[in-house]
């Protein structure tokens, strides 16, 4: 009993010091950032006055040695305010801004990203995207050849889109990268119209779900590239219908295809029933934004389909003829189907509402 | 008599020998759920919020489907409706579900937000069970994206599987109308999903719930910058408690993919999964867990590698009762819930054919959430059953019992540590003592308060109401208080 007494005595003892431990350890670490929060508070509050030395070296461009030389906590509040001023400047703002990173956060940020730290890494890599450092794009390179989590690689391919790093396309190519459709867009939702040509151009090499999503970006950016409207009209006919319904999708908000195109879509019409309902819903919506006598009577035809989501599609395409709204009233008053009369109704009655 | 006090000694015997163990177990247990949180949450620390922006400036990330499930609400329910509306989320739909409610919720609704009814709209997505009656459906002249959804009477898992049944996008989330979210919530617990590898599929996720209570809340946001710790001290206890099983328990439960609860107040899960594992289960009082729990059950018998997320970050804060009847019924009906739950699906137990589920999670909840409370007041039994007959070394139990109540704060002050490491909410050093000193004294008041409630819900277990509205009665307006918001122009 004596000994076991000696052991309980001594758990308890060791608890009981783990815990003061922990109490004194988070005393003195609230009690430090508290103090730092405060200083950090106090010099944003200064630096917000138009006439702090942030602002000035904004409007002069005269870099002052209580910016340069600076404490830790002065750079992050720097930082900080830089992040949200970043937002509202003018061109000629905006490269000092830079301009002062470049010259003095540099090497603090490189120095981060070789940091042992996760957290350190990553709240750098933040900066550097909204700074634009392109200065640290072989640093970039380098932390993505170590082993690091996915979390922090797509971070990092994230800001070396961000600064156009030509690396990407290379990685994004690689299948065996298997990057996240997500992950994917956000990669390429930056890059500039050059890079994106070289996607363009080496298309058929392209991973399947980087050949979607760079469909589906160029058309959310609205790009009217003629190499891109070539590219979507030959892939209308792609053997595989995931890629087929994003050119289709494409090419709808497009708005436009050429006499060639044009004839290649109505083709494909002949094949109606062999299309999934997805592929059949995009071309209905298609068929509302390119506008062709043939499509118009393809969609009279697609308003008594059996399907809701079609019927409505089709009679919001008609809605976009010039003389949609006398079709739909045609229809509402004398289709042998009920069902197409009443969606012709509902879409009159939204449309003009 | 002999008899009796044969067995009584016998079982004084064994009874400790038996709690001996189990406590080894359980202290074994919540060290190595401490140590798996503190080890992921470390690495996490003082990273800035700036990496929600991104992706709020996208446009890519997945239509969502918000669930409102609505019965007798009339305020609380239109102040909800306008927060979600102005959420900052590229495309998703609301959808309020009225559950026949008594007061005048629907006319508020309908009236505030320019309601009308609409001809074609549910499109059933093939649950098996059916719901109640769905009575009218309506679309919003104001919000193209809002919809209202009017039934008869049937709970509220009967009110989030209409909701469902009616919802168009891929994936769905269902927040309660006394919840109020966080500014970045929605791309918070999305971020997991969309980040998720080709191949790899999240099929739920949640946060962290936070205590509301003692807030401002804008514009039906809570401004998380301003938290602070009220006085009350049944309030401060359930803080230490929620930051202990939000950081603790389910953070490095999910890190092995074993988490079974998921906060009901605010996740979002894959709507064709949740379709396919049959919906909430409306005989359930904890429908939110009993669904998690089904869910993980589908991924094992479909051999799939389908995961569930949690992430620590704070998504949505509730307000925690201030009254100890309220608190009272609330954990015993959170307690009723996770037996019915774990008895449901009993099968699960111990079978390795559900991996580390049921080896671990499921012995986890069964034996230390479940019987703890059972355990711990039999406890309270013995003891004195053996100072009565002068049974107990009390040296031995004084310095035992100290140890454990050392022990238990070491927890609670374990989980303030990876609080501040991770969501350092609670900045004030006086708030920071007022948790410390609390959570010393939770073994001598709250703990056994609590223990008794549960053990209270096991008695109650026979006598099940179905379907019912588990809610607390809040002190009317306690979280809409502040704003003073104009009518809306019609």
């Known amino acids: ?353 | 008599m002999n008899g009796w006090l044969e067995f009584g000694y016998e079982f004084f015997f064994w009874f400790n020998r038996i709690v001996f163990f189990y406590i080894i177990a359980v202290v074994f247990v919540y060290l190595v759920l401490f140590l798996t949180s503190a080890f992921n949450l470390r690495k996490q620390i003082g990273i800035p919020e700036m990496q929600y922006d991104e992706m709020l400036t996208t446009k890519f990330a997945p239509p969502l489907s918000i669930i409102v499930p609505v019965y007798n609400e009339e305020i609380g329910a239109v102040y909800s409706i306008r927060s979600l509306l102005g959420i900052n989320y590229s495309q998703y739909e609301v959808i309020v579900v009225n559950d026949g409610s008594k007061d005048n919720s629907l006319e508020t609704i309908i009236k505030e937000f320019d309601m009308f009814e609409m001809q074609e709209k549910i499109v059933w997505t093939g649950l098996k069970k059916g719901t109640k009656p769905v009575r009218k459906v309506y679309g919003s002249r104001l919000h193209s994206n809002l919809f209202l959804l009017d039934k008869e009477n049937g709970g509220k898992a009967d009110a989030l599987n209409a909701g469902i049944l009616m919802s168009k996008y891929p994936y769905f989330v269902s927040i309660d109308g006394d919840t109020i979210l966080d500014t970045n919530a929605i791309m918070k617990v999305m971020k997991p999903i969309i980040e998720a590898k080709p191949g790899e599929e999240i099929i739920a996720s949640g946060g962290s719930v936070g205590i509301a209570n003692g807030n401002r809340i804008d514009r039906g946001y809570l401004n998380s910058g301003k938290v602070s710790l009220v006085r009350h001290p049944l309030v401060v206890m359930q803080v230490i408690e929620y930051i202990r099983a939000f950081l603790m328990g389910r953070m490095s439960l999910s890190r092995y993919n074993i988490l079974l609860i998921v906060s009901g107040a605010f996740s979002v899960f894959r709507k064709d999964w949740v379709i396919k594992a049959g919906g909430y289960d409306t005989e359930t009082v904890g429908e939110d867990m009993e669904l998690v729990v089904r869910l993980h059950r589908l991924i094992r018998e479909n051999k799939s590698k389908a995961r569930i997320a949690f992430l620590p970050d704070p998504v949505c804060w509730t307000e925690a009762p201030e009254s100890l009847s309220v608190l009272y019924n609330q954990r015993k009906r959170w307690h009723k819930g996770l037996f019915q739950s774990l008895y449901r699906h009993k099968k699960m137990m111990l079978n390795p054919k559900y991996g580390a589920i049921g080896m671990l999670a499921f012995p986890y909840f069964f034996f230390i959430e479940f019987l703890g409370p059972a355990i711990e007041l039999l406890g309270y039994f013995v003891v004195i059953f053996g100072l009565w007959f002068n049974l107990i070394n009390i040296p031995y139990a004084v310095l035992f019992s100290l140890v454990m109540i050392i022990y238990g704060s070491f927890l609670s002050m374990g989980a303030l540590l990876l609080e501040e490491w991770s969501q350092r909410k609670y900045k004030k050093l006086s708030d920071f003592f007022r948790l410390f000193v609390y959570a010393l004294t939770e073994s001598f008041w709250y703990r056994p308060l609590m223990s008794i409630s549960r053990m209270h819900s096991l008695f109650e277990l026979g006598r099940r109401k179905r379907g019912e509205w588990g809610r607390m009665t809040r002190k009317a307006g306690v979280l809409h208080h502040q704003e003073e918001v104009p009518a809306q122009p019609k």
């Not at chain 1, 058309?219 to 890629?243: C, H, K, P, T, W």
């Open chain 1, 1 to 353: 009993m004596n000994n076991s007494l000696i052991i309980v005595l001594w758990a308890g003892l060791t608890l009981l010091s783990v815990l003061t431990l922990i109490f004194i350890y988070l005393f003195i670490k609230k009690t430090i950032s508290n103090r730092y929060e405060m200083r950090k508070k106090k010099l944003l509050e200064d630096y917000h006055k138009s006439d702090s030395v942030l602002e000035r070296y904004l409007r002069t461009g005269h870099m002052e040695r209580r910016m340069v030389l600076g404490s830790a906590v002065e750079y992050e509040a720097m930082q900080e305010y830089f992040v949200k001023r970043i937002q509202v400047v003018n061109e000629e703002e905006h490269q000092r801004i830079q301009l002062f990173f470049q010259q003095h956060l540099v090497d603090h940020y490189r120095k981060r990203l070789s940091s042992r730290r996760y957290n350190q890494r990553i709240s750098s890599l933040l900066y550097i995207e909204r700074f634009n450092l392109r200065e640290l794009l072989p640093d970039l390179e380098n932390l993505l050849s170590k082993k690091i989590g996915d979390v922090e690689k797509y971070a990092v391919l994230r800001v070396m889109a961000g600064l156009q790093s030509e690396r990407i396309i290379e990685i994004m190519m690689d299948p065996t990268q298997n990057l996240p459709d997500y992950v994917c867009r956000q990669l390429l939702y930056p890059l500039n119209m050059n890079l994106m040509e070289r996607f363009i151009a080496g298309f058929d090499q392209c991973p399947p779900s980087l050949q979607d999503n760079l469909l589906d970006i160029l058309r959310i950016r609205n790009e009217r590239s003629l190499a891109f409207l070539q590219m979507l009209e030959l892939l209308v006919n792609s053997e595989r219908e995931e890629l087929r319904i994003r050119a289709i999708k494409a090419l709808a908000s497009f708005g436009y295809a050429s006499k060639q195109g044009l004839q290649r879509i109505e083709e494909s019409l002949d094949h109606w029933d062999a299309k999934s309902w997805q592929e059949k819903l995009m071309l209905t919506k298609l068929m509302g934004s390119i506008k062709s006598g043939p499509f118009l009577e393809k969609l009279q035809e697609l308003i008594s389909d059996r399907s809701f989501m079609i019927r409505s599609e089709a009679a919001a395409s008609i809605l976009l003829y010039k003389d949609g709204v006398q079709i739909l009233r045609k229809i509402e008053a004398s289709h042998e189907d009920r069902f197409a009369q009443d969606i012709a109704k509902e879409m009159l009655k939204r449309g003009i509402s």
